[in-house]
C-alpha cells in the first residue's frame, strides 16, 4: 500500500509541474489562434504523462532499456495525440473562419447565412442564434422604414391640412379688414370652424406625440363598459345625425373593465366619428360589447364598403387616409393612430377586419378581475 501511495505522489508531482509549465503556456498564447491552444493542450497530456512515468521510474530504479520503451511509447502517443490536435484545430479554425464571414456581411446589412458543412455544436448554436437575430432586425429595419414613410407622409399632409385653413382664415381676415366681407357675421362663424379644425389637428399631434414618447399617463379607475359606450354613442349622435346614419348600440354587455375613462371615451370616440364619416347616408354603425377567451371585446362596425387587403395592416399606421382625397372631413390621419396606442398603452391591442358591406374595428381589452 506504501508503495502505491509513493507512485502516486511521484506521478502527481510530475504531473503536476507539466500542468503548472502549460498552464503559464497557455497565458502567454491567450490571444493566438484556437489551432495553438489546442496543440498546447494535447502537448500538455502527453507531458504530464512522461513526467510523470519518469518520476515514476526515477524512483523505482527500472533499468535503462524499460526507460528507453516507457519512452519511446510516450513519445509514440505525443506525436498522435499532437497530430490529431492540430487536425481538430485546423478544422474548428477554418469553421470559425467561415463563420466570421458570414457575420461580417451580417453587420454591412445583409441577411446571415450559415456556413454551408457540418460543425461543433457550439458554432451550430452561435449560427443558429444569428439568423434569429438576422431575422429579428430584418423585421426591425422593415418597420423603420415603414414608420419613416409614415412620418414622411405625415409631415406632408399635416403641412397640406395646416396651410388650407390658416389660407382661408389669411383671406377672410383680408376681407374683413378691407371692409369688402358682404357678410362679415358668415365670414366669422366661418373662422371660427377653422379654428376648431386647426385646434383638433393640433390636439391631436400632440396627444400622439405623448404616446410616442411613452409619456402617457393612464388614471385607471373601474367602470362599466356599458356607461363608457353610452356616453360616447351619446357624444357621436349629432355628428351621425347630420350625416344621416343610423347609430345602433343594443349588443353591449355591462362588462367590468379597469380603464382610463377620458383616454377610451377618446379612443371609441375616433372610432364612431371615423365609421360615420365612412358610412354613406342611410347606412348604420354598430356598436357592441361582450366578453371574449382575450377578455373584453368593443366592436364598431360601419358601412364604408371594406378597406383594400393591401392596406389592411396599415389602417393604424400614423398618416394613413387611405384612398380618399385631403379634405375635410379626412383630417391629418391621426385619429387612428391615437387609438392603437391608447389601447396598447391599456395592455390590449387594436385590429381591423372586412366584413360584407364595411368594416368591423374591434378595441380588445383585459377584463377586470372580479
Not at 106 to 125: I, K, M, Q, R, V
Not at 149 to 154: M, V
Not at 226 to 243: C, K, N, Q, T
Request: charged fraction near 20%; hydrophobic fraction near 50%.
Amino acid at each position: 500500500m506504501r508503495d502505491t501511495l509513493l507512485i502516486a505522489l511521484f506521478a502527481f508531482l510530475g504531473a503536476g509541474a507539466a500542468g503548472l509549465l502549460g498552464a503559464w503556456v497557455l497565458l502567454m498564447i491567450r490571444r493566438r489562434s484556437l489551432v495553438a491552444h489546442l496543440a498546447v493542450v494535447a502537448g500538455v497530456a502527453v507531458t504530464a504523462m512522461l513526467a510523470g512515468t519518469l518520476a515514476v521510474a526515477q524512483a523505482m530504479f527500472l533499468s535503462g532499456h524499460d526507460l528507453r520503451v516507457v519512452t519511446t511509447v510516450v513519445a509514440m502517443a505525443a506525436v498522435v495525440s499532437l497530430a490529431t490536435a492540430l487536425l481538430l484545430g485546423r478544422w474548428v479554425a477554418a469553421r470559425s473562419r467561415a463563420l466570421a464571414l458570414a457575420a461580417r456581411s451580417f453587420g454591412d446589412g445583409g441577411d446571415f447565412t450559415s456556413p454551408d458543412g457540418p460543425a461543433a455544436a457550439e458554432l451550430a448554436a452561435v449560427s443558429r442564434e444569428l439568423e434569429a437575430t438576422s431575422a429579428r432586425l430584418a423585421e426591425s429595419r422593415e418597420r423603420e422604414r415603414a414608420l419613416e414613410s409614415s412620418r414622411r407622409e405625415l409631415v406632408a399632409w399635416i403641412s397640406h391640412d395646416l396651410r388650407t385653413p390658416l389660407a382661408g382664415l389669411r383671406a377672410m381676415s383680408e376681407a374683413l379688414e378691407d371692409g369688402v366681407a358682404v357678410d362679415p357675421a358668415r365670414y366669422l362663424r366661418q373662422m371660427r370652424t377653422e379654428v376648431e379644425r386647426l385646434n383638433d389637428m393640433v390636439g391631436d399631434l400632440f396627444e400622439l406625440s405623448r404616446i410616442h414618447a411613452g409619456a402617457l399617463t393612464l388614471s385607471v379607475s373601474r367602470m362599466s363598459l356599458y356607461d363608457l359606450v353610452g356616453d360616447a354613442l351619446s357624444g357621436a349622435d349629432a355628428l351621425a345625425r347630420e350625416h344621416g346614419v343610423r347609430l345602433v348600440g343594443d349588443r353591449i354587455e355591462p362588462v367590468p373593465v379597469e380603464v382610463d375613462g377620458k383616454e377610451m371615451s377618446r379612443v371609441l370616440g375616433n372610432l364612431l366619428v371615423n365609421a360615420i364619416r365612412r358610412t354613406p347616408a342611410d347606412g348604420t354603425v354598430a356598436v357592441a360589447a361582450q366578453r371574449s377567451a382575450d377578455g373584453v371585446v368593443v366592436s364598431v362596425t360601419d358601412g364604408c364598403g371594406g378597406i383594400p387587403e393591401e392596406d389592411l395592416p396599415r389602417v393604424f399606421d400614423t398618416g394613413w387616409r387611405g384612398t380618399h382625397a385631403r379634405t375635410p372631413p379626412a383630417g391629418a390621419g391621426l385619429g387612428l393612430a391615437i387609438v392603437r396606442g391608447i389601447v396598447e398603452a391599456h395592455q390590449g391591442r387594436a385590429g381591423v377586419r372586412n366584413i360584407p358591406g364595411g368594416c368591423r374595428f374591434e378595441v380588445t381589452l383585459p377584463a377586470a378581475p372580479t
